[in-house]
């Protein structure tokens, strides 16, 4: 008797948004919590988002195990940042030390991060160099204030699964995200995936001149690691 096929928990993604946030004590007492904000509002959305809070790198570690077992197909990362780590309540982590920590979790995944700067650095090219196919990641380049980045993925979400509950697309993604920083002028690292050309397509969404889109270099195959030195 033949076993009935079961499809691999990788590829029977499931397409839905697993939050993970970690702010400063300040921005707790403020009630600063974009995160679940977002989770709230997907809930109203009728989707079934799962939020955490995390302040160590402990503790991150044990949620990437988790998204991995969720079998959720989007990440959504709310914290702190700067071009070479993501911030945690009590210290941080170097974005080499964060591609390792989400080492082949994120393959047919896609990863948007809200954090300051996060998107001048390279931590597209350290995760995509640790999870071989993997979609898209969308991040911020610039300093940017809590109320606009919750409107702008407020904003993103609900009109995503406006358009297709089910999925998303990269070209859907690449013109809300076009679409959202010209409306707030902000500026976005947008990073993807073209499996027919087999290459990924680094660009800058620039909401603050024209044109909007700037290529920030050569399309490339997976890349290796960028040779960063670690934080202390």
Not at 77 to 98: M, N
Not at 116 to 141: D, R, T, V
Request: contains cysteine.
């Amino acid at each position: 008797m033949k076993t009935p096929h079961t499809t691999p928990p990788i590829q029977g993604s499931l397409p839905e948004v697993f939050i993970l946030e970690s702010l400063s004590f300040d921005d707790e007492t403020a009630l600063r919590h974009e995160g679940k904000i977002l989770a709230d509002l997907l809930k109203l959305a009728g989707k079934k988002p799962i939020y955490y809070y995390f302040r160590t790198e402990q503790e991150l570690e044990e949620l990437a195990k988790r998204f991995k077992e969720s079998r959720y197909r989007y990440l959504h990362l709310s914290c702190h940042g700067s071009p070479e780590a993501i911030h945690t309540t009590i210290g941080k982590v170097p974005i080499v030390r964060f591609a390792e920590i989400f080492e082949d979790h994120l393959k047919l995944r896609r990863l948007f991060i809200s954090a300051c700067e996060i998107g001048s650095g390279f931590l597209a090219e350290q995760i995509i160099a640790k999870n071989k196919g993997m979609h898209s990641i969308a991040s911020p380049i610039d300093k940017i204030l809590f109320s606009r980045a919750v409107a702008i993925w407020a904003a993103f979400y609900v009109r995503m699964f406006d358009l297709n509950n089910l999925s998303m697309t990269s070209k859907d993604i690449g013109k809300l995200l076009t679409d959202l920083c010209r409306l707030f002028g902000e500026r976005f690292k947008w990073t993807w995936y073209n499996a027919k050309q087999d290459v990924w397509n680094p660009e800058e969404i620039d909401g603050l001149k024209r044109p909007v889109i700037v290529k920030l270099g050569t399309k490339f195959k997976t890349p290796p690691a960028h040779p960063l030195r670690q934080l202390t």
